[in-house]
T-cell receptor, first 119, second 114 residues
């Protein structure tokens, strides 16, 4: 069974600090997809990134970067020069490719990390 | 704006009553899902549907039922609500084709069962 662990329940940083949100996953599938979602205080869930298991290249998008390491089953998310608008709950998630044959994504979410950026 | 519409936004429901949470998407996604979000537990899958006419059980299906009469609508029904069903419910959809992306979520329904 697939599992996603986000050990950090809450993190507080001062604005402009860098912060890394940890994500460790478990899966028996050799092909899978990893995701990060953001849930700001307004409550909506926003898709940030998807990563395929066969692509370990790190990705950078503005102040956001993601470090995918299959050797440690980790998919960590770093925010550089954090801003107050980054305050949110961030969810890491995993989807195994096997379910795609059935026409759906069965996504397992971690319990989330609440990030508070203090001005 | 394309996306998912959920209704109602919030509801207080007496225990033992039934209720249907509505979900409609306009993206022509084949797959749709219902999740519940609870503090400390993240999001847990209740039911899913990979195409119109077909549904499946997720991680926490007990006490809930769904139907998928067409591509756009995926209502979630609580036949006899209990306080443990107090939660925030999110409907989502996904494109499972070659352009595999993440879920698109609705804005959620906050349900309180008293």
């Amino acid at each position: 069974a697939q599992k996603v662990t986000q050990a950090q329940t809450e993190i507080s940083v001062v604005e402009k600090e860098d912060v890394t949100l940890d994500c460790v996953y478990e899966t028996r599938d050799t092909t899978y997809y990893l995701f990060w979602y953001k849930q700001p205080p307004s409550g909506e869930l926003v898709f940030l990134i998807r990563r395929n298991s066969f692509d370990e290249q790190n990705e950078i998008s503005g102040r956001y970067s993601w470090n995918f390491q299959k050797s440690t089953s980790s998919f960590n998310f770093t925010i550089t020069a954090s801003q107050v608008v980054d305050s949110a709950v961030y969810f890491c998630a995993l989807s195994e490719a096997i379910h795609l044959a059935g026409g759906y994504q069965k996504v397992t979410f971690g319990t989330g990390t609440k990030l508070q950026v203090i001005p | 704006t394309a996306g998912i519409t959920q209704a109602p936004t919030s509801q207080i429901l007496a225990a033992g009553r039934s209720m249907t949470l509505r979900c409609t998407q306009d993206m022509r996604h084949n797959a749709m899902y219902w999740y519940r979000q609870d503090l400390g537990l993240g999001l847990r899958l209740i039911h899913y549907s990979n195409t119109a006419g077909t549904t499946g059980k997720g991680e926490v299906p007990d006490g809930y039922s769904v139907s998928r009469a067409n591509t756009d609508d995926f209502p979630l029904t609580l036949a006899s609500a209990v306080p443990s069903q107090t939660s925030v419910y999110f409907c989502a959809s996904s494109d499972t084709g070659q352009a595999l992306g993440g879920y698109t979520f609705g804005s959620g329904t906050r349900l309180t069962v008293v």
